[in-house]
């Protein structure tokens, strides 16, 4: 069966439909669909530059850039439903490093992927700008390894200025 052929079989419900956006924080709209490639490690990455948020005590607005790569086992994240997922976080409260750990432990548990990591490149409030960073490695493999290697590297984003 030919790769296009076996997406169309799947059991995808959001994409070429009308959109309805959740109005809170709602991980069940995450879709995933077979990775064609399983056996070959190789990275995805997801650029998300209009996310937001409110902060918890104040109920202001929190806006950021979420940037999630990981490289995929078995099942892989549908992009639109990736987008409604990110958009339901719009009228929660959290914390910014809270949200990108949500959003990591939930796309752990959607797609079970080899390797995950997510940053947050929140935008100044008061005058500081947070960029918290979130990783993940299947357990009892080189993917932990590696988790845990990335993360005592991890390097600070460049300020811009």
């Known amino acids: 069966m030919h790769n296009s052929d076996t997406r169309k079989?799947?059991?995808?419900?959001?994409?070429?439909?009308?959109?309805?956006y959740?109005?809170?924080?709602?991980?069940?709209?995450?879709e995933t669909f077979?990775?064609?490639?399983?056996?070959?490690?190789?990275?995805?990455?997801?650029?998300?530059?209009?996310?937001?948020?409110?902060?918890?005590?104040?109920?202001?607005?929190?806006?950021?850039?979420?940037?999630?790569?990981y490289i995929?086992?078995?099942?892989?994240?549908e992009s639109k439903s990736l987008k409604l997922y990110l958009f339901s976080f719009?009228?929660?409260?959290?914390?910014?490093e809270d949200c990108v750990n949500t959003i990591m432990k939930d796309l752990v548990k959607l797609m079970d992927p080899k390797y995950i990591e997510v940053t947050g490149l929140f935008t100044p409030r008061g005058g500081i700008s947070?960029?918290?960073?979130?990783?993940y490695g299947r357990?009892?493999?080189?993917?932990?390894?590696?988790?845990?290697?990335?993360l005592m590297n991890h390097q600070a984003i460049p300020i811009k200025h």
């Open 9 to 20: 079989s799947e059991d995808l419900k959001l994409l070429g439909r009308q959109t309805e």
């Open 22 to 30: 959740a109005t809170d924080y709602d991980p069940s709209v995450l």
């Open 34 to 69: 077979t990775n064609q490639h399983p056996d070959n490690d190789y990275w995805v990455q997801f650029n998300c530059p209009e996310f937001t948020t409110l902060c918890p005590i104040t109920g202001q607005p929190d806006f950021a850039e979420i940037c999630i790569m």
């Open 72 to 77: 995929p086992g078995e099942r892989m994240v």
């Open 90 to 96: 719009r009228n929660h409260g959290d914390f910014h």
């Open 130 to 135: 947070i960029y918290p960073y979130a990783n």
């Open 139 to 150: 357990p009892g493999t080189d993917y932990e390894q590696m988790a845990r290697q990335r």
